[in-house]
């Protein structure tokens, strides 16, 4: 026998409804608190969405966030962020901050005198400052970004559904849906509570998150189907524990590559895109966790149709709607 | 049984090679990007010095030359978004139409009464008439300047909307006119945009049109947005005007029909000019930078045969007098006619260097926009912050690569190594597909890359779970093969469907970055798809038939 290693045992037999209680309600606490921070915290918008410029900057100097506050004070540019970038791919001499300014009046961009006058500003606190980036975007593309990416997340989420639906039944495409925005909102609280910045390639990560984590659900939810043929007369629930137990092994191994593969760019791939791999990264875990506790869960309850080759609606066995509470009790 | 045709061998290995040609430029990219230029350059002056040569022959012509473009926050560069005033054709229409109308009028003074002209908003032309008895006759004058607009909802719209309220008669363009102007002018601006930063010369850049009135622009290699603001947003606006005489005082009130323009190299000094110009930039057909008798740089430009003859009989009627050439409302020099100048071309000097009379050059040739534009959007990216984040995407997908590569192998061990082999030429046909296509590669582009390293082999992982489970239950190793990659089909079909759905929706709805990353997710999608259904397949089936194993571990 060569060596295998093996993350998940050959034969598992887990009952993924045993705590369905816990990881359920621990699912719905995380969406619940996740609105909610939502709501207290708000999202810490980038420039795309709401309007303004950033500078980033870079020096051989260490970066000085009060000097460069109290330069630009006098510039009456309202709202000024400074925050200093760290990084590991940064060498001993690049010390980098991120200057970001308030949209200002009209529906302009910036104006270059605005610019030249906040560069003068910091070249005067250190000389050896160099600009590698500057981006403004004016408030009334900043509001047409908002509307395309909530237009872009939704018109996913529907698509997605409609896709579901016709492969297999509606009760698979409500759980996937009820799954996709699990993940979509608990990542987002993420983002609300740690104030990481979201912007435009934040949504191209919440789509590649609803993309993954479909991914992971349809494997599952083809397993079910696959098995809902073979063993007619077996209860869904545990034909539903079959099913996760035996693509379990695939999906650890899948989201174990797809996530050594992202860790090496969240750790080596530079700050630029950090936010987009970390949303990635995040979503990644969180889609794995739904597509075994959510989205099963839902169809679980929802019931299915068995009948599809002897449509007899008299036989019992084929038109029970089986509740996991029921489930539960008897596990 | 297990079995591929002689055919489909060389179809898939095929592809593979054809892969590796095509993703090889990529390898050396500064050498080919060299190549490229070089061969562009020569094809252009028709000129080739020693080191062009030398730069073309850096690479062998005989093997592809397409290079993946990279973004501009890859490679540095300038990106903005215009938006043109549409609306300031509407008022020059408007304003031009006046004097035509109020001729038009005034020969009929004695039915509708004395005319003039209102104040109204921008765009529209309010005339009040004497006489509100005879509107309809006033309308109908009116009516005559109008035409037929033909647009794609149909016929028999008029190109003037005209209304009538008391004594005053409204006059401004239908909402079919204006749809048919805005197109007009937007290309027109397209158009100009791009001349004018193709004459600069810098690496493809990219101008299109977003929207109904918007342009977007991105520029790679230039320093800044307030650098190709610059250049693309001065009007350039040439005229030759009359001059009345000079004067030191700014404030100073010219006569009626003159106006007072300041002089570009001497301060404090203005010069009275005459406001209607004897000839505009309109009639320019070329203008070109030269040098002028005394060796100093100037730019040399040619009228078209209106221009000409009017600039002629111009100079002919005032020799001895000055005359300013203006542009954009600053006199560049005031030179005396010395001779009637027939031949319809002159030469502008005056103190500029030989950039700035490039740079006159480029404004002159390509005119003026048609109406302002307003930039809602720009972002610089400077080259080095580009060249980082490539540097560190190359490591991170390297490191990536490695990591998946370790996993596999520990986990399926031969068939882990199958499936490397498969993630290989997945890489290998993905540039080579970026490359051929002329796909532009973004900073989220690299992390699509790498996410494809990760998700790649989600397939392999399918099948290879699958032939697990089947050596329990099927008859030999071989058969255990064959379903697991049929039972496994199914899954990778509807998993990667889904997948492309939301690719592809991020395609039509995102912008620049985003859409860079849905098209390396698109195309990692489907090379994934095809290595590992058919190239580890070919793989397996190659070393099954060498060593016919009796049992086989996955």
């Known amino acids: 026998m060569a060596f295998r290693l093996k993350l998940v045992p050959d034969e598992t037999r887990i009952d993924f409804f045993r705590w369905q209680f816990l990881t359920f309600g621990i699912s719905t606490v995380l969406m619940l608190a996740s609105i909610v921070v939502l709501f207290l915290n708000g999202l810490n918008f980038g420039i795309d969405f709401r309007g303004g410029t950033t500078i980033r900057t870079e020096s051989v100097q260490p970066v000085d966030v009060a000097a460069y506050r109290a330069a630009l004070q006098p510039l009456n540019l309202g709202d000024v962020a400074i925050t200093e970038v760290f990084d590991p791919t940064f060498g001993d001499d690049q010390n980098v901050a991120q200057v970001r300014i308030s949209a200002q009046d009209g529906a302009e961009a910036v104006t270059p005198q605005t610019i030249a006058a906040v560069e003068g500003a910091l070249q005067q606190v250190d000389p050896s400052i160099t600009f590698p980036s500057v981006e403004s975007v004016g408030p009334k593309v900043s509001g047409e970004l908002i509307q395309t990416a909530i237009y872009a997340v939704l018109a996913s989420l529907v698509a997605i559904s409609i896709y579901i639906w016709l492969r297999f039944e509606w009760q698979f495409a409500v759980g996937a849906i009820v799954s996709l925005i699990h993940d979509v909102l608990i990542t987002m609280g993420v983002f609300a509570l740690f104030q990481i910045r979201f912007d435009l390639t934040t949504i191209a990560a919440l789509l590649t998150i609803v993309g993954y984590s479909i991914n992971d659900t349809v494997v599952v939810f083809d397993r079910l189907r696959e098995n809902l043929m073979k063993y007619k007369a077996r209860p869904l629930r545990d034909l539903m524990n079959l099913s996760v137990n035996e693509t379990l092994s695939r999906t650890v191994m899948t989201s174990g590559t797809t996530l050594v593969a992202l860790i090496a760019l969240l750790v080596l791939g530079g700050d630029v895109i950090r936010g987009f791999v970390f949303a990635i990264t995040f979503g990644i875990l969180i889609g794995t966790y739904s597509s075994i506790y959510v989205a099963k869960n839902v169809v679980l309850w929802l019931g299915v149709k068995r009948d599809w080759d002897k449509a007899d609606p008299k036989d019992p066995k084929t038109r029970k709607n089986v509740s996991p509470f029921e489930g539960a009790e008897e596990g | ?554």
């Open chain 2, 1 to 554: 049984m297990l079995q591929i045709d002689r055919w489909k061998r060389i179809l898939i290995l095929g592809i593979c090679l054809l892969g590796l040609l095509f993703a090889l430029p990529n390898a050396f990219y500064a050498r080919v990007e060299a190549h490229n230029d070089a061969v562009a350059q020569i094809e252009a002056t028709g000129v080739e010095t020693p080191e062009l040569a030398a730069a073309r022959d850096g690479w062998p012509s005989w093997l592809p030359n397409s290079l993946v473009n990279l973004g501009l926050d890859l490679r540095g560069g300038a990106h903005l978004l215009g938006e043109v005033q549409v609306a300031q054709v509407y008022k020059s229409r408007m304003d031009a139409l006046w004097p035509e109308l109020r001729r038009a009028l005034s020969a009929e003074r004695e039915t509708i009464g004395a005319i003039r002209r209102v104040q109204a908003p921008e765009g529209v032309l309010s005339i009040e008439i004497g006489n509100p008895d005879q509107m309809a006759r006033a309308v109908e004058i009116v009516r005559g300047y109008s035409t037929p607009v033909t647009t794609l909802t149909g016929a028999g719209q008029q190109s003037l909307a005209i209304a009538t309220q008391g004594p005053t008669l409204t006059v401004q363009l239908s909402d079919a006119e204006k749809a048919l102007t805005d197109d007009r002018t937007i290309q027109q601006s397209l158009e100009i945009v791009r001349r004018r930063v193709d004459e600069v010369g810098t690496r493809e850049p990219t101008i299109m049109r977003q929207g109904a009135d918007r342009i977007l622009i991105q520029v790679p290699g230039i320093g800044s947005a307030a650098e190709l603001k610059e250049l693309i947003g001065t009007t350039a606006q040439l005229t030759f005007n009359p001059v009345v005489g000079t004067t030191g005082d700014a404030e100073a009130q010219p006569g009626l029909g003159q106006i007072i323009a300041p002089s570009v190299d001497q301060p404090n000094l203005f010069y009275i000019l005459e406001d209607s110009p004897v000839v505009t930039g309109e009639d320019l057909v070329d203008a070109m930078p030269a040098s002028d008798e005394n060796g100093l740089p100037s730019v040399n430009f040619r009228f078209n045969p209106t221009g000409a003859r009017a600039f002629g009989a111009y100079t002919s009627a005032n020799i001895g007098q000055p005359f300013a050439i203006v542009l954009d409302n600053e006199v560049i020099s005031a030179p005396v006619i010395r001779s009637a100048i027939t031949t319809g071309s002159g030469q502008i000097s005056g103190s500029m260097d030989f950039d700035q009379a490039n740079r006159l050059a480029v404004l002159l040739r390509a005119g003026a926009l048609p109406a302002e534009m307003t930039f809602l959007e720009e972002r610089t990216i400077g080259p080095e912050l580009g060249q980082d984040s490539v540097d560190a995407g190359k490591i991170a997908a390297a490191v990536g690569f490695v990591a998946v590569v370790a996993l596999m192998i520990l986990s399926y061990g031969r068939f882990g190594v199958f499936a490397t082999v498969a993630l290989g030429f997945n890489m290998l046909l993905l540039f080579a597909i970026l490359s051929v296509i002329g796909a532009t590669l973004t900073l989220p582009g690299i992390a699509g890359i790498v996410l494809t390293i990760g998700m790649a082999v989600d397939a392999n992982v399918l099948v290879f779970e699958r032939v697990r489970e089947e050596l329990k239950t099927a008859r030999g190793p071989a058969r255990a093969i064959e379903l697991g990659y049929e039972k496994a089909m199914s899954a990778i079909v509807d998993a990667n469907i889904t997948t492309l759905i939301i690719a592809a929706i991020l395609f039509v709805l995102g912008s620049g970055p985003v859409k860079g990353f849905a098209v390396t997710l698109t195309i990692g999608i489907v090379t994934s798809v095809f290595t590992a259904l058919f190239v580890t397949r070919l793989l397996t089936v190659m070393w099954f038939e060498r060593s016919r194993p009796k049992q086989i571990e996955v």
